[in-house]
């Protein structure tokens, strides 16, 4: 596996590392129910964070790669940083379709800092650029607007609603699906 590591102005993109830090790291992201609120499953524990981190790098060293889930730090931090988010891409389809999604999740002491819009856009980079990708998408519960504000800043487009996309807590879910399109991504101001 060629470890990941995504540089942005303030945030630090890498691997996850099976360790203490990075185990409980997770779980104050994914252990937290407002956090997961909008996240396709229920708050998780501990253990459950530390099976993730498990799964996380066997997925990694799967050829081809396929799925990256990789932690998010503050790399004024240091090296050492403790994990604030997660960040990941999976690609989708077949090859010849260069597609993926992306998702991101953030502890919640960290949100309104526009560290999201940071990891979306360190994210399309990579798959854009690093994978040479055509196409992201996105999907979100039709209520997150901070994650829907999130895309539209980096310049994905609604395509559409997915009805009952998800079936959780005894109760199904619809989606909101956003894309992004490689020529949109080189087009866009300033890029
Ligand atoms: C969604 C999430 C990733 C956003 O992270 P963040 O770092 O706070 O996002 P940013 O600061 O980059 O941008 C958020 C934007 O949404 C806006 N926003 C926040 N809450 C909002 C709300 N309730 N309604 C409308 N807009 C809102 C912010 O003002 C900001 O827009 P602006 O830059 O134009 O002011 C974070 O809240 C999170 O981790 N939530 C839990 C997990 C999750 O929902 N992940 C996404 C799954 S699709």
């Not at 994990?83 to 949100?111: C, K």
């Not at 310049?155 to 009805?163: A, M, S, T, Y």
């Not at 894309?179 to 866009?188: F, M």
Request: charged share 30%; proline share 5%.
């Amino acid at each position: 596996m060629d470890p990941v590591q995504l540089t942005g102005p303030r945030l630090t993109i890498r691997e996850f590392h099976h360790v203490p830090r990075d185990i409980d790291a997770l779980h104050a992201i994914f252990g937290d129910p407002e956090t997961a609120r909008y996240l396709p499953f229920e708050p998780r524990d501990r253990e459950d964070c530390a099976d993730q981190v498990a799964l996380y790098l066997e997925e990694a060293e799967r050829d081809p790669r396929t799925v990256y889930r990789l932690a998010v730090t503050i790399t004024a931090e240091g090296e050492d940083a403790v994990p604030i988010g997660n960040a990941v891409l999976g690609i989708e389809g077949a090859e010849s379709q260069r597609a993926a999604f992306i998702g991101y999740a953030l502890r919640r002491d960290t949100w309104g800092f526009g560290y999201a819009t940071e990891i979306a856009r360190l994210l399309c980079g990579f798959g854009f650029g690093t994978l040479g990708l055509h196409r992201l998408a996105a999907r979100l519960d039709p209520e997150n607007l901070a994650s829907a504000r999130v895309l539209r800043k980096v310049g994905f487009q609604l395509e559409g609603r997915i009805r009952h996309d998800l079936f959780l807590r005894g109760r199904w879910y619809d989606a909101l699906q956003y894309s992004l399109l490689e020529d949109e991504w080189l087009d866009r101001p300033g890029g």
